[in-house]
Protein backbone atom coordinates (compact mmCIF):
# COMPACT_ATOMS: atom_id res chain seq x y z
CA UNK A 1 0.00 0.00 0.00
CA UNK A 2 1.34 3.25 -0.78
CA UNK A 3 1.16 5.57 1.57
CA UNK A 4 3.61 8.74 0.48
CA UNK A 5 4.47 9.11 -3.17
CA UNK A 6 7.90 11.18 -1.43
CA UNK A 7 11.07 9.17 -0.95
CA UNK A 8 10.58 9.06 2.43
CA UNK A 9 7.50 6.52 2.10
CA UNK A 10 9.60 3.36 3.13
CA UNK A 11 11.43 5.22 6.40
CA UNK A 12 7.03 5.88 7.26
CA UNK A 13 6.36 2.43 6.25
CA UNK A 14 8.69 1.60 9.07
CA UNK A 15 7.33 3.72 11.71
CA UNK A 16 3.83 2.28 11.77
CA UNK A 17 5.41 -1.10 11.54
CA UNK A 18 7.17 -0.55 14.61
CA UNK A 19 4.09 1.12 16.59
CA UNK A 20 1.98 -2.04 15.43
CA UNK A 21 4.11 -4.18 16.75
CA UNK A 22 4.76 -2.76 19.98
CA UNK A 23 0.99 -2.54 20.29
CA UNK A 24 0.58 -6.05 19.36
CA UNK A 25 2.46 -7.45 22.13
CA UNK A 26 1.22 -5.60 25.03
CA UNK A 27 -2.58 -5.17 23.59
CA UNK A 28 -2.58 -9.00 23.08
CA UNK A 29 -1.29 -9.82 26.57
CA UNK A 30 -3.29 -7.40 28.07
CA UNK A 31 -6.09 -8.86 26.40
CA UNK A 32 -5.94 -12.54 27.02
CA UNK A 33 -5.58 -11.94 31.18
CA UNK A 34 -9.44 -13.34 30.99
CA UNK A 35 -7.75 -16.39 30.51
CA UNK A 36 -6.04 -16.77 34.13
CA UNK A 37 -9.46 -16.02 35.96
CA UNK A 38 -10.45 -19.45 36.16
CA UNK A 39 -7.14 -21.37 36.12
CA UNK A 40 -5.96 -18.82 39.43
CA UNK A 41 -9.25 -19.34 40.65
CA UNK A 42 -9.21 -22.99 40.86
CA UNK A 43 -5.43 -23.58 42.11
CA UNK A 44 -6.10 -20.55 44.84
CA UNK A 45 -8.17 -19.76 47.61
CA UNK A 46 -9.14 -16.65 45.74
CA UNK A 47 -12.64 -16.31 44.90
CA UNK A 48 -13.89 -15.12 41.05
CA UNK A 49 -14.98 -11.61 42.95
CA UNK A 50 -11.23 -10.95 44.20
CA UNK A 51 -9.79 -11.78 40.37
CA UNK A 52 -11.75 -9.60 38.74
CA UNK A 53 -11.47 -7.09 41.30
CA UNK A 54 -7.39 -6.81 40.85
CA UNK A 55 -8.07 -6.99 36.93
CA UNK A 56 -10.09 -4.30 37.35
CA UNK A 57 -7.61 -2.64 38.94
CA UNK A 58 -5.61 -3.62 35.75
CA UNK A 59 -8.33 -1.59 33.40
CA UNK A 60 -8.28 0.82 35.51
CA UNK A 61 -4.55 2.02 36.34
CA UNK A 62 -4.00 1.20 32.61
CA UNK A 63 -6.03 4.15 31.94
CA UNK A 64 -4.28 5.92 34.73
CA UNK A 65 -1.27 4.97 32.76
CA UNK A 66 -2.16 6.76 29.53
CA UNK A 67 -1.98 10.06 30.52
CA UNK A 68 0.78 9.76 32.46
CA UNK A 69 3.25 7.84 30.80
CA UNK A 70 2.19 10.60 27.60
CA UNK A 71 2.38 13.68 29.32
CA UNK A 72 6.04 12.30 30.47
CA UNK A 73 6.68 11.47 27.01
CA UNK A 74 5.58 14.52 25.45
CA UNK A 75 7.88 16.52 28.32
CA UNK A 76 11.12 14.42 27.92
CA UNK A 77 9.78 12.30 24.79
CA UNK A 78 9.11 8.69 24.78
CA UNK A 79 12.21 6.60 24.90
CA UNK A 80 12.81 6.26 28.56
CA UNK A 81 9.04 5.98 29.31
CA UNK A 82 9.42 2.89 26.62
CA UNK A 83 12.51 1.71 28.31
CA UNK A 84 10.73 1.63 32.14
CA UNK A 85 7.61 0.75 30.91
CA UNK A 86 8.49 -2.66 29.14
CA UNK A 87 11.04 -3.57 32.21
CA UNK A 88 8.07 -2.72 34.41
CA UNK A 89 5.81 -5.09 31.96
CA UNK A 90 7.98 -8.09 32.19
CA UNK A 91 8.29 -7.70 36.26
CA UNK A 92 4.58 -7.70 36.79
CA UNK A 93 3.92 -11.01 34.94
CA UNK A 94 6.96 -12.58 35.80
CA UNK A 95 6.32 -11.54 39.83
CA UNK A 96 2.50 -12.28 39.68
CA UNK A 97 2.61 -16.25 40.64
CA UNK A 98 4.97 -15.30 43.40
CA UNK A 99 1.60 -13.54 45.47
CA UNK A 100 -0.97 -15.69 44.23
CA UNK A 101 -3.46 -13.49 46.93
CA UNK A 102 -5.82 -10.54 45.97
CA UNK A 103 -3.21 -7.84 47.33
CA UNK A 104 -0.30 -9.51 45.22
CA UNK A 105 -2.90 -9.63 42.42
CA UNK A 106 -4.06 -5.95 42.54
CA UNK A 107 -0.17 -4.87 43.21
CA UNK A 108 1.18 -6.95 40.76
CA UNK A 109 -0.72 -7.30 37.59
CA UNK A 110 -3.01 -4.04 39.01
CA UNK A 111 -0.54 -1.81 39.23
CA UNK A 112 2.80 -3.07 38.10
CA UNK A 113 1.34 -4.99 34.85
CA UNK A 114 -0.91 -2.38 34.31
CA UNK A 115 1.21 0.78 33.46
CA UNK A 116 4.16 -1.28 31.76
CA UNK A 117 1.66 -2.09 28.91
CA UNK A 118 0.39 0.96 29.38
CA UNK A 119 3.20 3.02 28.45
CA UNK A 120 3.51 1.23 25.30
CA UNK A 121 0.63 1.70 24.23
CA UNK A 122 -1.67 4.16 22.65
CA UNK A 123 -1.35 7.47 23.31
CA UNK A 124 2.68 7.27 23.10
CA UNK A 125 2.67 4.85 20.25
CA UNK A 126 -0.06 6.68 17.97
CA UNK A 127 1.33 10.37 19.31
CA UNK A 128 4.90 9.14 17.94
CA UNK A 129 3.33 7.81 14.30
CA UNK A 130 0.84 11.18 14.04
CA UNK A 131 3.85 13.82 14.85
CA UNK A 132 5.98 12.02 12.22
CA UNK A 133 3.78 11.64 9.43
CA UNK A 134 1.59 13.70 7.14
CA UNK A 135 -1.38 14.51 7.73
CA UNK A 136 -3.67 12.76 4.97
CA UNK A 137 -1.72 9.78 5.87
CA UNK A 138 -2.47 9.53 10.00
CA UNK A 139 -6.19 7.76 9.70
CA UNK A 140 -5.13 5.04 7.87
CA UNK A 141 -1.89 4.88 10.17
CA UNK A 142 -3.51 5.16 13.50
CA UNK A 143 -5.68 2.25 12.16
CA UNK A 144 -2.65 0.10 10.81
CA UNK A 145 -1.25 0.51 14.38
CA UNK A 146 -4.69 -0.21 15.91
CA UNK A 147 -4.52 -3.43 13.62
CA UNK A 148 -1.49 -4.15 15.38
CA UNK A 149 -3.13 -4.62 18.76
CA UNK A 150 -5.96 -6.54 17.15
CA UNK A 151 -3.85 -8.87 16.26
CA UNK A 152 -2.18 -9.77 18.96
CA UNK A 153 -5.30 -10.24 20.51
CA UNK A 154 -5.76 -13.10 17.77
CA UNK A 155 -2.27 -14.11 17.85
CA UNK A 156 -1.62 -14.15 22.13
CA UNK A 157 -5.08 -15.49 23.18
CA UNK A 158 -4.63 -19.25 21.67
CA UNK A 159 -0.97 -18.91 22.95
CA UNK A 160 -1.87 -18.26 26.44
CA UNK A 161 -4.23 -20.96 26.45
CA UNK A 162 -2.34 -23.52 24.82
CA UNK A 163 0.98 -22.44 27.87
CA UNK A 164 -1.84 -22.80 30.81
CA UNK A 165 -3.10 -26.41 29.40
CA UNK A 166 0.70 -27.66 29.65
CA UNK A 167 1.19 -29.64 32.74
CA UNK A 168 4.65 -28.73 33.27
CA UNK A 169 3.78 -24.61 32.59
CA UNK A 170 0.19 -24.20 33.94
CA UNK A 171 -0.59 -20.55 34.58
CA UNK A 172 2.50 -19.83 36.45
CA UNK A 173 4.45 -20.61 33.74
CA UNK A 174 2.51 -18.49 30.98
CA UNK A 175 2.85 -15.89 32.94
CA UNK A 176 7.15 -16.25 32.77
CA UNK A 177 7.02 -16.72 29.26
CA UNK A 178 5.10 -13.77 28.36
CA UNK A 179 7.54 -11.84 30.70
CA UNK A 180 10.24 -13.02 28.78
CA UNK A 181 8.27 -12.53 25.14
CA UNK A 182 7.21 -8.36 26.50
CA UNK A 183 11.13 -8.22 26.35
CA UNK A 184 11.24 -8.21 22.73
CA UNK A 185 10.09 -4.48 22.78
CA UNK A 186 13.26 -2.98 23.72
CA UNK A 187 14.84 -3.09 20.49
CA UNK A 188 11.70 -1.86 18.95
CA UNK A 189 11.49 0.91 21.13
CA UNK A 190 14.47 1.94 20.78
CA UNK A 191 14.50 2.56 16.96
CA UNK A 192 11.09 4.40 16.78
CA UNK A 193 11.70 6.67 19.49
CA UNK A 194 15.58 7.62 18.29
CA UNK A 195 14.29 10.26 16.08
CA UNK A 196 12.73 12.94 17.46
CA UNK A 197 11.86 14.79 14.27
CA UNK A 198 8.21 15.73 13.30
CA UNK A 199 6.53 16.78 10.74
CA UNK A 200 4.18 19.67 12.23
CA UNK A 201 1.79 20.49 9.56
CA UNK A 202 -1.24 20.42 11.62
CA UNK A 203 -3.52 23.36 12.17
CA UNK A 204 -4.91 23.57 15.55
CA UNK A 205 -7.76 25.71 16.63
CA UNK A 206 -7.16 25.76 20.22
CA UNK A 207 -3.31 24.22 20.46
CA UNK A 208 -0.38 27.27 19.95
CA UNK A 209 3.48 26.44 19.76
CA UNK A 210 3.65 28.87 22.91
CA UNK A 211 0.79 26.95 24.86
CA UNK A 212 2.62 24.87 27.60
CA UNK A 213 1.05 21.49 28.31
CA UNK A 214 -1.32 22.27 31.69
CA UNK A 215 -2.70 25.36 29.20
CA UNK A 216 -3.71 22.88 26.99
CA UNK A 217 -5.48 20.36 29.30
CA UNK A 218 -7.24 23.05 31.04
CA UNK A 219 -8.62 24.15 27.65
CA UNK A 220 -9.30 20.78 26.16
CA UNK A 221 -11.64 19.97 29.49
CA UNK A 222 -13.59 23.74 28.71
CA UNK A 223 -14.48 21.79 24.80
CA UNK A 224 -18.15 20.34 25.48
CA UNK A 225 -16.48 18.13 22.38
CA UNK A 226 -14.10 16.69 24.39
CA UNK A 227 -16.26 15.68 27.03
CA UNK A 228 -18.80 14.42 24.90
CA UNK A 229 -15.87 12.51 23.65
CA UNK A 230 -15.03 10.93 26.86
CA UNK A 231 -18.48 9.92 27.90
CA UNK A 232 -18.59 7.57 24.45
CA UNK A 233 -15.03 6.17 25.21
CA UNK A 234 -16.40 5.61 28.80
CA UNK A 235 -18.97 3.25 26.88
CA UNK A 236 -16.30 1.47 25.07
CA UNK A 237 -14.07 0.57 27.90
CA UNK A 238 -16.83 -0.85 29.98
CA UNK A 239 -17.64 -3.03 26.99
CA UNK A 240 -14.65 -4.58 26.10
CA UNK A 241 -12.91 -4.59 29.85
CA UNK A 242 -16.46 -6.68 30.81
CA UNK A 243 -15.83 -9.03 27.87
CA UNK A 244 -12.21 -9.76 27.86
CA UNK A 245 -12.38 -10.13 31.80
CA UNK A 246 -15.73 -12.71 32.09
CA UNK A 247 -16.56 -14.17 28.42
CA UNK A 248 -14.24 -17.20 29.88
CA UNK A 249 -16.59 -17.50 32.43
CA UNK A 250 -19.73 -17.30 30.40
CA UNK A 251 -18.27 -20.01 28.04
CA UNK A 252 -17.94 -21.67 31.09
CA UNK A 253 -22.03 -21.09 31.73
CA UNK A 254 -22.73 -22.21 28.38
CA UNK A 255 -20.86 -25.94 29.49
CA UNK A 256 -18.60 -25.45 26.67
CA UNK A 257 -14.86 -25.72 26.18
CA UNK A 258 -12.71 -23.09 27.50
CA UNK A 259 -11.41 -23.31 24.27
CA UNK A 260 -14.22 -21.51 22.98
CA UNK A 261 -13.50 -18.95 25.25
CA UNK A 262 -9.86 -18.49 23.66
CA UNK A 263 -10.59 -19.04 20.16
CA UNK A 264 -13.84 -16.27 20.43
CA UNK A 265 -11.11 -13.98 21.96
CA UNK A 266 -8.80 -14.66 18.87
CA UNK A 267 -11.33 -14.45 16.64
CA UNK A 268 -12.29 -10.77 17.96
CA UNK A 269 -8.70 -9.77 16.97
CA UNK A 270 -8.66 -11.19 13.70
CA UNK A 271 -11.86 -9.31 12.74
CA UNK A 272 -11.11 -6.34 14.12
CA UNK A 273 -7.50 -6.26 12.32
CA UNK A 274 -10.02 -5.80 9.13
CA UNK A 275 -12.27 -3.35 11.08
CA UNK A 276 -9.12 -0.84 12.25
CA UNK A 277 -7.80 -0.90 8.82
CA UNK A 278 -11.50 -0.46 7.50
CA UNK A 279 -12.16 2.40 10.07
CA UNK A 280 -8.70 4.08 9.86
CA UNK A 281 -9.64 4.23 5.31
CA UNK A 282 -12.58 5.72 6.45
CA UNK A 283 -11.55 8.43 8.95
CA UNK A 284 -9.35 9.90 6.14
CA UNK A 285 -12.80 10.47 4.44
CA UNK A 286 -15.93 11.00 7.11
CA UNK A 287 -16.16 13.03 9.76
CA UNK A 288 -15.36 10.58 12.98
CA UNK A 289 -18.16 11.20 15.03
CA UNK A 290 -20.38 9.35 12.74
CA UNK A 291 -18.36 6.41 12.23
CA UNK A 292 -18.13 6.03 15.90
CA UNK A 293 -22.05 6.48 15.83
CA UNK A 294 -22.78 3.69 13.96
CA UNK A 295 -20.03 1.41 15.65
CA UNK A 296 -21.56 2.10 19.29
CA UNK A 297 -25.04 1.52 17.77
CA UNK A 298 -23.66 -2.10 16.24
CA UNK A 299 -22.61 -2.88 19.26
CA UNK A 300 -26.05 -2.21 21.05
CA UNK A 301 -27.79 -4.63 18.12
CA UNK A 302 -24.95 -7.48 18.54
CA UNK A 303 -26.04 -7.45 21.99
CA UNK A 304 -29.57 -7.91 21.67
CA UNK A 305 -28.99 -10.63 19.01
CA UNK A 306 -26.83 -12.71 21.30
CA UNK A 307 -29.16 -12.52 23.97
CA UNK A 308 -31.87 -14.34 22.51
CA UNK A 309 -29.61 -16.28 20.20
CA UNK A 310 -28.94 -20.20 21.55
CA UNK A 311 -25.61 -20.97 23.14
CA UNK A 312 -23.08 -22.66 21.16
CA UNK A 313 -19.74 -22.53 19.75
CA UNK A 314 -21.29 -20.92 17.06
CA UNK A 315 -22.68 -18.19 18.19
CA UNK A 316 -19.90 -17.47 20.16
CA UNK A 317 -18.03 -17.30 17.08
CA UNK A 318 -20.44 -15.13 14.96
CA UNK A 319 -20.59 -12.60 18.00
CA UNK A 320 -16.56 -12.88 17.79
CA UNK A 321 -16.76 -11.65 14.27
CA UNK A 322 -19.30 -9.20 14.67
CA UNK A 323 -17.74 -7.50 17.67
CA UNK A 324 -14.46 -8.01 16.46
CA UNK A 325 -15.02 -5.52 13.86
CA UNK A 326 -15.46 -2.18 16.06
CA UNK A 327 -13.65 -3.77 18.80
CA UNK A 328 -10.82 -1.07 19.08
CA UNK A 329 -11.61 -0.09 15.74
CA UNK A 330 -12.92 2.69 18.00
CA UNK A 331 -9.31 4.27 18.43
CA UNK A 332 -8.59 5.44 15.57
CA UNK A 333 -11.72 8.16 15.15
CA UNK A 334 -10.82 9.03 18.91
CA UNK A 335 -7.38 9.66 18.11
CA UNK A 336 -8.34 11.41 14.96
CA UNK A 337 -11.20 13.65 16.32
CA UNK A 338 -8.89 14.76 19.53
CA UNK A 339 -6.32 15.90 17.07
CA UNK A 340 -8.74 17.84 14.83
CA UNK A 341 -9.83 19.63 17.82
CA UNK A 342 -6.65 20.80 19.38
CA UNK A 343 -3.69 19.43 17.26
CA UNK A 344 -0.82 16.82 17.38
CA UNK A 345 1.63 18.39 19.82
CA UNK A 346 0.40 17.53 23.07
CA UNK A 347 -1.88 14.20 21.71
CA UNK A 348 -0.42 11.98 23.65
CA UNK A 349 -1.56 13.20 26.53
CA UNK A 350 -4.85 14.57 25.30
CA UNK A 351 -5.92 11.38 24.10
CA UNK A 352 -4.34 9.55 26.89
CA UNK A 353 -6.89 11.21 28.76
CA UNK A 354 -9.68 9.81 26.72
CA UNK A 355 -8.14 7.01 27.30
CA UNK A 356 -8.40 6.91 30.75
CA UNK A 357 -11.72 7.36 31.13
CA UNK A 358 -12.52 4.43 28.67
CA UNK A 359 -10.58 2.25 31.38
CA UNK A 360 -12.85 3.82 34.04
CA UNK A 361 -15.54 2.19 32.32
CA UNK A 362 -12.96 -0.38 32.27
CA UNK A 363 -13.01 -0.98 36.17
CA UNK A 364 -16.53 -0.89 36.05
CA UNK A 365 -17.14 -3.50 33.27
CA UNK A 366 -14.61 -6.02 35.31
CA UNK A 367 -15.31 -5.44 38.48
CA UNK A 368 -19.31 -5.74 38.29
CA UNK A 369 -19.14 -8.50 36.25
CA UNK A 370 -17.61 -9.85 39.11
CA UNK A 371 -20.53 -8.93 41.30
CA UNK A 372 -22.86 -10.32 39.37
CA UNK A 373 -21.97 -13.27 38.69
CA UNK A 374 -21.42 -14.05 42.67
CA UNK A 375 -24.77 -12.08 43.50
CA UNK A 376 -26.50 -13.48 40.81
CA UNK A 377 -25.00 -16.34 39.13
CA UNK A 378 -25.26 -15.17 35.62
CA UNK A 379 -24.17 -12.10 33.15
CA UNK A 380 -27.83 -10.98 32.34
CA UNK A 381 -27.93 -7.46 33.82
CA UNK A 382 -24.66 -6.85 32.73
CA UNK A 383 -25.68 -7.68 28.98
CA UNK A 384 -28.60 -5.43 29.43
CA UNK A 385 -26.33 -2.75 31.23
CA UNK A 386 -24.00 -3.02 28.10
CA UNK A 387 -26.55 -2.77 26.05
CA UNK A 388 -28.35 0.58 26.73
CA UNK A 389 -24.45 2.03 27.63
CA UNK A 390 -23.41 1.41 23.85
CA UNK A 391 -26.59 2.55 22.44
CA UNK A 392 -26.46 6.28 24.71
CA UNK A 393 -22.95 6.55 23.70
CA UNK A 394 -23.86 6.15 20.05
CA UNK A 395 -26.34 9.11 20.61
CA UNK A 396 -23.33 11.26 22.62
CA UNK A 397 -20.65 11.42 19.89
CA UNK A 398 -23.39 13.29 16.99
CA UNK A 399 -23.17 16.50 19.19
CA UNK A 400 -19.24 16.74 18.75
CA UNK A 401 -18.55 19.64 17.13
CA UNK A 402 -16.04 18.27 13.85
CA UNK A 403 -15.40 19.90 10.41
CA UNK A 404 -17.15 18.24 7.22
CA UNK A 405 -14.29 16.43 5.51
CA UNK A 406 -12.29 17.93 2.54
CA UNK A 407 -11.99 16.16 -0.81
CA UNK A 408 -9.03 16.54 -2.28
Known amino acids: MNFSPTSHS ?8 AAASILMITMGMRMALGLFVQ ?3 QETALSITSISFAMAVT ?10 TGALADRYSAWPVLLWGTLLLAAGFALTPLFPSTLGLTFTMGIMLAFGAGAGSFSILISQVSNKLPQKIRGLASGIVNAGGSFGQFLFAPLVQGLIIIPAFG ?7 LAIISLICLPIARWLSRDDTTIKNTPSAVSTPE ?46 SADVASWSLAIIGLSNVVGSLVVGWLVGHYRSKYILFWMYASRAALIGIYLIAPSSPMTFYLFAIGLGLTWLAT ?50 WMWYADMILAALAAVLNLPIREEKMVRA
Not at 171 to 177: I, P, R, S
Not at 355 to 372: C, D, E, I, K, R
Open 331 to 380: VPPTAATVGKLFGVRYLATLFGLTLLSHQVGGFFGAYLGGLAITIYGDYS
Open 39 to 41: PIH
Open 10 to 17: PRFTLIIL
Open 211 to 256: QSLKQAVLASFKDRSYILLHLGFFTCGFHIAFLVTHLPTEVSLSKL
Open 59 to 68: QLMWGVAQPV
Open 171 to 177: WQGAMYT
